[in-house]
């Protein structure tokens, strides 16, 4: 590392933002992002060519994507359709410093390269430099460059900046709310440096997506969604607002241009519609086809493909809060569970069944947590031994779709029936995702319940994993705590050694398996369907997915 003498420009410095607002789709800003990464899944073999019907505009083709939300803000980071909007439209538009690897199908994706081509942490575990990649231009054709990267930094970071926004402020808090201070060390390397040692930094730095800074200039804060400008491999061209999206083949991308000639997202949460719109050919590709349709897709030409990701379809309950309070009832409840028939029977094998709190696609999954199979005599002693041999009533807060959720209302009706059969005997209260996450972002549960159900990422993002299951949340999480986890928690964030982080990681996740302040239910596999026409899609182990290689065509 260069001496300090050698460094120049100023440094740039912001009070520390607290690093959790986020969730959705698990941010309001990020709370909602954070609540909302909650997303979809199906069963095919992974990695494979795929499918569809609409005609092609040039050699490429036109992708025509259904999507189950609503989609995002382009302003970078704003977001706020969850990771499908992420994955759909931010990460085609932009980049930051990083981004994950997503060309192979075995294994949750490691960080590579993206804006930065290498780094180094300091002896502190906190300063880090990041050495940027020569050559790169915005899709107006700006030059990428530190300068570039500080601009950025200060619009998410610096209140004062003519350019920061509450919500870009929010957004951006999620993932590098921990940046203290950051410099430019010359034309091709910047410093940032974390108030604490951040062993997933490098990670964290995918989600800090780049914009043109000239373009914020033209437009402003608040008219850049209209004219978003990254160095994705797809750029901006057109839209309508809450309904769909039109990008095209950024031909000068760093990567080498897309094979796509465009690529259009429409928003079509019900997923009757979306697979109506890929039977008449309005689209050729839609996000999480209905598991009842998977058949008659597939006898028709489809090609639905899946593989395992991050993914935990769960209830949070409330265990400060009558039964719920005690362990063993809530160990009790996953007992209950009859987790193969929903994944089998209910979802068409389009969802694995979850037994521990670790989602099966990641490091921190150890088969020998396995814990809650089915056992309803055994869920009826504990429940016995805890007092409540006569059962108890209680309520859940269920959203009727969204991101990630697959099918949040028969899932739950699923689960009523089997918690009845011990004596647990539920109520069940539906609403609008928005309004759930909104409230959960607030601390809150929407309708007043003792749980409520929904589906997020864990591990998809190391920086979102004590919104989860830290004692200090900043939103509702069930009041969830235990200082050991919290401890493990802490040693993993602070090591940059991927090995002991998923140590801890699983010790951890260990340790909230036996808690059980979840009701643990299914991991989704992330079924797409894509029309015969469409080829070339590599299916990874992600929310996330690299559209470059894909193309439409006989």
């Known amino acids: 590392m260069e001496s ?48 569809g019907g609409t ?28 990771f499908e909007g992420k994955r759909l439209v931010s990460f085609q538009l932009y980049e930051g410093l990083t981004r994950y690897d997503l060309s192979t199908t075995d294994g949750p994706p490691p960080v590579t390269g993206a804006l930065a081509t290498s780094w180094k942490v300091a002896a502190d575990k906190k300063t880090w430099t990041f050495t940027l990649r020569k050559g790169v231009t915005f899709q107006d054709g700006t030059p990428f460059n530190a300068d570039a990267v500080l601009f950025n930094l200060d619009r998410y970071l610096d209140k004062k900046n003519e350019y920061y926004t509450d919500a870009l402020g929010a957004a951006a808090g999620e993932y590098a709310g921990g940046i203290t201070a950051y410099r430019k060390l010359g034309a091709e390397q910047v410093e940032l440096v974390t108030k604490e040692p951040n062993g997933h930094f490098p990670e964290d730095l995918a989600h800090v997506l780049i914009a043109s800074p000239t373009a914020v200039r033209a437009t402003g804060s608040a008219d850049f969604a209209k004219h978003p400008v990254g160095t994705g491999p797809f750029a901006f061209k057109s839209q309508k607002a809450g309904e769909q999206i039109e990008l095209v083949a950024n031909k000068t991308y ?11 997202v429409k928003a079509l949460p019900d997923a009757a519609a979306r697979t109506a719109a890929l039977r008449s050919g309005s689209v050729n590709w839609i996000e999480y086809p209905n598991p009842d349709d998977i058949e008659s897709l597939k006898a028709d030409g489809v090609k639905v493909v899946t593989n395992s990701y991050d993914h935990l379809w769960y209830w949070i309950l409330d265990t400060e809060k009558g039964p719920w309070k ?9 007992y209950a569970v009859n987790r193969e028939a929903i994944a089998e029977k209910l979802l068409h094998g389009t969802a694995d069944p979850a037994y521990q709190a670790a989602p099966r696609a990641t490091l921190a ?19 016995a031994d805890a007092g409540y041999a006569g059962g108890f009533s209680t309520s859940v807060t269920v959203p009727t779709g969204g991101s990630g959720n697959l099918l949040p209302v028969p899932i739950a009706e699923a689960l009523q029936r089997d918690l009845s059969a ?71 964030a602070g090591s940059p050694d991927q090995g002991k982080r998923q140590a801890d990681y699983r010790q951890a996740l260990a340790k909230v398996t036996e808690d059980a302040p979840w009701l643990f239910v299914v991991n989704d596999r992330n079924p797409r369907a894509l029309a015969p026409t469409v080829h070339g899609l590599v299916q990874p182990q992600s929310w996330f997915l690299d559209l470059t290689t894909v193309r439409v065509g006989k």
């Open 422 to 492: 011990v004596g647990i005997k539920v109520e069940l209260r539906t609403t609008d995702w928005s309004t759930l996450i909104g409230a959960e972002a607030k601390g809150e549960v929407a309708l007043g319940s003792d749980a409520i159900a929904q589906s997020t990422t864990l591990f998809q993002s190391e920086a979102l994993l004590p919104l989860f299951i830290g004692s200090k949340s900043p939103f509702w999480t069930g009041h969830y705590s235990n200082p050991e986890v919290d401890a493990l928690l802490a040693s993993a």
């Open 254 to 264: 760093w990567r080498g241009a897309p094979k796509l000639d465009k690529l259009v």
């Open 55 to 82: 005609g092609s505009s040039g050699p490429g083709g036109t992708l025509v994507i259904g999507a189950t939300g609503k989609l995002p803000n382009t302003d970078t980071v704003i977001g706020g359709a969850g």
């Open 4 to 51: 300090r003498t050698q460094r120049t420009d100023m440094t740039h410095r912001h009070p520390h933002h607290h690093r959790g607002r986020a969730r959705t789709a698990l941010s309001a800003g990020a709370l909602l992002s954070a609540t909302a990464l909650l997303i979809t899944a199906s069963g095919c073999a992974p990695g494979s060519d795929a499918g």
């Open 326 to 334: 005690d362990p063993r009832v809530r160990q009790a409840a996953n």
């Open 365 to 383: 999954y150890d088969k020998s947590g396995d814990l809650y199979g089915y056992d309803p005599a055994k869920a009826k002693a504990l429940l």
